[in-house]
């Protein structure tokens, strides 16, 4: 049975802990290829092994960035893959990053995203890597969240990790597992922009945008109180520093499927003294309910003391359109199930949790 949001995860990862990262970025393609060629894609995949191998979620050891050659082929990137999944258990996040070309045929058997691979050609999907093998890949490892960050065109088309698929049988085989995908682009501009930002400080100006603004955020952190990075935090740092930044750049975009926005997924490297003082516990129920999808560290204890409060939490996170808000509700819900077992305390809180549910 699912538990209520927990308090942030230990800041170093345990001794058996075997998380693992793979970094996907070919900047290289033949001449005749019609694929053009940007040093950025090469740079940000080099400044992910290195923001990675500085953070103490992660490490040197848990970061693999495949060289110019393991990148030629998409035997050679699903190989690679297929090697660091196998290396994950029960517990573990499998981290995959692809920086690189995106592109999309509608004309083709099961139509998805494409990822450019070292031998890839403009106008040939079959040399490209479907992102459906890339998918099912990492839905099959063992680890209990896989995420994507996917800097590329059309990458605003990709799907849920596990869109459509959960009912195939070894697909998602625990009810634990959760996936996330993180993406260049939100909107309906499927053209994610290659070139370097000048905003940004030293080697970060010479990677792609998106990449150079989520390497900026690992960085340095954020003010937030909590001393790990959540999806959702993670999410919306890289939204506000791009929106703020000089010059005009494309939203970012987070779906989540069975993953909860408070999981902890990267150290949080900003000075402790220049955090943000811990919040007091959130009054009102909106209040809750926008700390609950944050992933702030709330102390459930203290709201599931009161029924009436509870059901009103649980009925605007059942109306919300946030990700992962029907997630958090459920098991809001599970824990209001047991915790009320009185009638009186029962039909307190259900008065409140209904309203979501009225046509």
Partial sequence: MPTPPAGPAPTARAADVTSRALVIGPAEYAPDSGVPRYDEIGVSAVQYGEVLAGNPMWGKDRCRVLMPEEVRTAESVMSALETEARRTGPGDILMVVYIGHGAYWGDVPGAEVHFSVGSSYKDKPWTWLSSWYLYRAMR????????????????????????????????????????????????????????????????LAECTPFSGHTLDVLRNGTTDHQPELTLGMLRD??????????????????????????RALFTNRMDPA???????????????????????????????????KTGDVVALLRTSHREGAAAVARRIDEQASLRFRSPRDFARYWNKAERALRP
């Fill in 140 to 203: 099959l490892c063992r680890a209990d969240l896989k995420v994507l960050i996917a800097d590329c065109c059309y990458s605003n088309m990709l799907p849920h990790l596990g869109n459509g698929l959960d009912s195939l049988p070894g697909v998602l085989d625990d009810s634990g597992q959760g996936t996330c995908v993180l993406t260049a682009l939100k909107d309906d501009n499927v053209r994610a922009w290659p070139l370097g930002c000048e905003a940004l400080p030293g080697p």
């Fill in 237 to 262: 740092a890289v939204e506000n520093e791009m929106r703020r930044c000089r010059f005009a750049h494309d939203r970012p975009r987070m779906l989540l499927n069975d993953a909860r926005e408070g």
């Fill in 274 to 308: 220049r955090r943000a003082p811990r919040p007091d516990s959130p009054v009102g129920a909106e209040e809750w309910a926008a700390a609950l999808l944050r992933g702030s560290d709330c102390d459930l204890e203290e709201l599931l003391n009161d029924p009436r």
